[in-house]
């Protein structure tokens, strides 16, 4: 009995002390720590009657809906993003000009175009033309355009990334017997992925701010509603300024979330000699 | 085992490769030596269909395997290859690096292709560097992973191109023990190398190339102790013995 009791603590303090050792668990630790931090200054801001009743009023929306749906924005523009980017980026290193120059072509188009008036075009363009009579699809639409912005901007770190890969290593892996698709699966994947993290954490942080231009068309993101709500407190700087203090702290605590997330990612796929510095 | 048949190479207007034949025969070492950009590198490529050849052919045990039915990944399985810049995969560690080839083209269980892998680096002295990443080793000890990884696959055959010129001078006795080693227990190697003494120790036979020709060949004495084309004098007269 007594014996069995020990055990399971012996094996408990073995999971427990992995997950200490594990080097992923001191960042994730300090995530938690600084994100905590903030609710918590929030919250003793509000318990102190810093925040008074009506500035907290003038906060509920955009700590629920406003931040729901810019993490929903920002999360489908980054998934639609590296899709585009990753398929563009492939395009671009093949040799069949057929394939490289029609994505070469898109990548200097978007480039050239400043998302806020992509996402405008967007919006009426797209539903006037497929005939849609649905008043949210010009928003999917737009949130789908950033996504495709994005994915330029992806495209080129894909490119960069294919082409770090010596081509020495597909000829190893060909003379090992190895198909062009194995070759690919086995060996250039995995690494252009290590390569091409850092830059894409990179990426998705200038992604999530750029969901902010989606309160143009009225979608109800924070920015949406930090301008909304600021509008009913004309007259009190302190209700306005409190109001975009809490907004921008929820921009910084999601771009901090997501690009951490990724370090996290590099950091447990760290391979001696491949990928770049630890920021 | 292995012959090639008249074999001719292009890049653009460039003759890389002028109609080279030869035969090697089970168990034989043949080195070949010459200048840079004889054509040598091109050469071991076409022979295990890296690089396709324009003209000729080349056989296996009699297959011809530059005929469009043989699938090149099936010739490259038989025939091996070392590079001159070891070319190990980064992201994986030694061992699996002996066994990529293994699980994926042989589809040989984790379990066992580990085994195979671990008495593979085991007998060519890296043991102790199993998990160890390309970037954690030497060249010598890259190269060594390279040959164990080129012999997980039980080819018929290995190519070496140019094994040990990437080395630093202390690595390069590391290398040649595990080839020569691997000579005596009677692989057939083809060896593209500067290491004279090497190919005088262990070599059946030696090739010397120019301008994508063959100009002399024979036993290792004829071709470098007592060369007879002017070309392969001038040549082992500027090198180091």
């Known amino acids: 009995m007594d014996g069995r009791l020990r055990n399971r603590a012996r094996r408990l303090g073995h999971v427990g002390g992995a997950i200490l050792a594990h080097p992923l668990f001191n960042q994730v630790l300090l995530v938690a720590y600084v994100v905590a931090g903030i609710f918590l200054v929030i919250a003793l801001a509000r318990l102190t009657g810093l925040i008074g009743d009506r500035l907290w009023l003038l906060l509920q929306a955009p700590l629920t809906i406003g ?15 590296v899709f585009i980017g990753f398929c563009l980026g492939w395009a671009r290193v093949s040799r069949h000009p057929l394939v490289s120059w029609p994505a070469t072509v898109y990548v200097d188009l978007m480039r050239g175009v400043p998302p806020l008036v992509l996402i405008i075009l967007t919006y009426f363009l797209v539903p006037m033309l497929l005939q849609l009579d649905d008043p949210n699809a010009g928003l999917t639409f737009a949130v789908v355009a950033i996504g495709m912005h994005s994915g330029a ?41 290590r390569v091409t993290l850092p830059a894409l954490g990179n990426e998705f942080a200038t992604v999530v701010k750029d969901t902010s231009l989606l309160a143009a068309l009225s979608a109800q993101d924070l920015t949406y509603w930090g301008r909304n709500n600021a509008q009913s407190a004309i007259g009190h700087l302190d209700w306005i300024l409190g109001i975009w203090i809490v907004i921008a702290l929820l921009y910084f605590v999601l771009t901090y979330v997501i690009t951490h997330a990724v370090g996290a990612i590099e950091e447990s796929y760290r391979v001696p000699g491949l990928g770049t510095v630890n920021l | ?18 109609g080279i034949s030869f035969e090697v025969a089970k168990g034989d070492v043949l080195v070949v030596v010459g200048p840079s950009g004889s054509g040598k590198s091109t050469l071991l ?83 102790h560097k199993m998990d160890a990443y390309p970037a954690e080793l030497s060249g010598g000890q890259q190269q060594r992973v390279a040959i164990a990884r080129a012999l997980a696959m039980d080819p018929k055959a290995v190519l070496f191109d140019e094994p040990t010129s990437a080395l630093d001078p202390e690595y390069i006795k590391e290398v040649l023990d595990v080839m020569t080693r691997l000579a005596r227990d009677g692989m057939t190697m083809i060896v593209v190398t500067h290491e004279i003494s090497f190919a005088k120790n262990v070599a059946s036979r030696v090739l010397f190339m120019d301008e994508g020709a063959v100009l002399e060949q024979g036993t290792p004495d004829q071709v470098l102790g007592s060369p007879q084309h002017e070309r392969t004098k001038t040549f082992m007269s500027k090198i180091l013995v």
């Open chain 1, 153 to 193: 901007y992806q495209a080129e770190i894909f490119r960069a990334g294919f082409q770090s890969i010596p081509r020495t290593q597909v000829e190893a892996a060909e003379a090992l017997g190895l198909t062009r698709g194995q070759s690919m699966r086995h060996v250039i994947l995995p690494q252009t992925f």
């Open chain 2, 45 to 127: 490529r076409c022979i295990n269909l890296l690089i396709p050849p324009d003209k000729g052919d080349v056989f296996l045990e009699g297959v011809r395997v530059t005929s469009p039915e043989i699938r090149p990944e099936w010739v490259r399985q038989q025939v091996a290859m070392v590079f001159q810049q070891f070319n190990l995969f980064a992201h994986l560690t030694a061992i699996n690096n002996v066994t990529l080839g293994l699980r994926k083209v042989m589809n040989m269980p984790e379990k066992e292709a580990r085994k195979k892998g671990t008495a593979l680096l085991a007998s060519v002295g890296l043991g």
């Open chain 2, 1 to 18: 085992m292995i012959r090639v048949d008249g074999i001719h190479k292009w890049f653009g207007a460039l003759h890389v490769l002028r």
């Open chain 1, 67 to 81: 931040a729901g749906n810019t993490i929903v924005f920002s999360v489908s523009v980054i998934v639609v993003g």
